[in-house]
């Protein structure tokens, strides 16, 4: 199998020793993205949405540098520190996929997140 590292300025730098996506043959797993802005480096927790929509911008990029796209994405995983905030992620979180080719996901409330963000997602995409 063959792994190759992928990297990008366009999303958050790794805060530790970990690579921010790494692809393992046909599979790409993408590190758990925050709401850090990786233009000034500072957290976006206006509201949720914001922080959410923050988020997928940082897998957007993540993604772009992989040379895939949001269609290639076949699993996620979200991390909410609160389940009341669900909704409100699910709605923002949906609007980056096709319903009709949306990948497999769990979504569970976690005790604490790094940087006591809100939200965090990981993905796992696939390129034939």
Known sequence: MHKKIVSTNNAPAPV?????????GNLLFLSGQIAIDP???????DNIEAETHQ???N???MLTAAEVTFEHVVKTSIYLS???DFNSVNT???SYFNADTAPA????EVAKLPKGVNVEISITAYRA
């Not at 530790?16 to 393992?24: H, I, L």
């Open 92 to 94: 923002v979180y949906a």
């Open 55 to 57: 988020v997928m911008k």
């Open 16 to 24: 530790g020793p970990y690579s921010q996506a790494v692809w393992a």
């Open 105 to 108: 996901r769990e979504c569970v």
């Open 59 to 61: 897998i957007g990029a």
């Open 82 to 84: 609160d389940m009341n």
């Open 39 to 45: 233009n000034t480096g500072s957290l976006v927790l």
